[in-house]
Each structure stands twice: as structure tokens, then as C-alpha cells.
């Protein structure tokens, strides 16, 4: 009983976002940071050149409200011509990753390179034509009992 108590819906609170540039990737690396996801939930879909993931989101809009919550969410990068991981094996797929940061360095326009970064050195570098993210809620919510801590020390990026 106490389990289903604690799965809320939380109507008109689910997010979509889209990214098509890198001021709007921060919005939406924002929206992701501390998300947990095991590494068997991610897969590049090669010829439809789709890299995607489905992550457990630290809903941080709920959490300043008072209410702690995490939320299946669902990110896809459209135009991906090649993926690199660093730090993690995907024979492993019951690990698990804490993202941490996602960046967009762009190169010869519209192309660029987005970067996830996760806990623990671990990475992946998506190699894109353009940039275009798409996240989604996809389902339940839950509540924690704490929000992600960072230890009060400043976090500098690889």
C-alpha cells in the first residue's frame, strides 16, 4: 500500500522539451542533471541515426516546492553520425550513471558535438549534423526522501 501512495501522476507537471541550439541544450541539461539511468537503458539506433535514453529525473521544480519527486523521462539526439563512450562498458547493463551535465561544442554549422557527462569520468560524445534533443516525461513519479547533494564544492567540467 505505502508504494502506491507514494507514485503520483502529478498532472499538467510533465515536461517536454526541445533543443535545437546550445542555449536551449542548458535548459534542458538543467532540467536532467542528476538523472540516474542503467546503462542498458540507452541505444543508438544507427540507421535512424537516433541516439536514445530513458533516464529517472530529479524533478527540481517539485523539489523547491517541497515535494522531492524523480520521473521517467525519455531524451533522444536526432542526426547522430557517431557515438564514442567513455568510462562504463555497455556487456554491464545494470550499472549505473548519474548525469552530471550535458553540453553542446559546435563545429562546421549546423554541426556539432554533444557531450553527457556522468559521475565517475564516465561519458558519451554523440558526433551530430545538427542539434536536435527532444526529452520527455514518459510516466510515473515518485517520491524521494532527499534531493541529490553535491558536497558544497564547486563542480568543474571535463
Excluded at 508504494?3 to 522539451?17: M, T, Y
Excluded at 542503467?38 to 535514453?53: C, Q, S, T, W
Excluded at 550513471?97 to 560524445?125: K, T, V, W
Aim: a negative charge; aromatic letters at 6%; hydrophobic letters at 40%.
Amino acid at each position: 500500500m505505502t508504494e502506491k501512495r507514494d507514485i503520483e501522476p502529478a498532472p499538467g507537471r510533465d515536461l517536454k522539451l526541445m533543443a535545437c541550439d546550445d542555449e536551449d541544450l542548458a535548459v534542458l541539461s538543467a532540467h536532467l542533471q542528476d538523472a540516474i539511468l542503467r546503462v542498458g537503458d540507452m541505444a543508438y539506433l544507427k540507421h535512424e541515426r537516433r541516439f536514445v535514453l530513458v533516464l529517472q529525473r530529479f524533478d527540481w521544480l517539485a523539489s523547491a516546492g517541497g515535494a522531492p519527486q524523480r520521473a521517467q523521462t525519455g531524451l533522444h539526439f536526432e542526426h547522430v553520425r557517431t557515438v564514442a563512450l567513455q568510462g562504463f562498458r555497455q556487456d554491464r547493463p545494470d550499472d549505473l550513471l548519474n548525469l552530471l551535465n550535458i553540453e553542446f561544442f559546435p563545429g562546421e554549422a549546423p554541426a556539432g558535438e554533444a557531450r553527457l557527462i556522468f559521475s565517475g569520468g564516465c561519458a558519451i560524445r554523440l558526433e551530430l549534423e545538427c542539434m536536435e534533443a527532444r526529452m520527455a516525461d514518459l510516466g510515473p513519479r515518485w517520491r524521494v526522501r532527499h534531493a541529490p547533494g553535491h558536497g558544497g564544492g564547486a563542480f568543474s567540467g571535463a
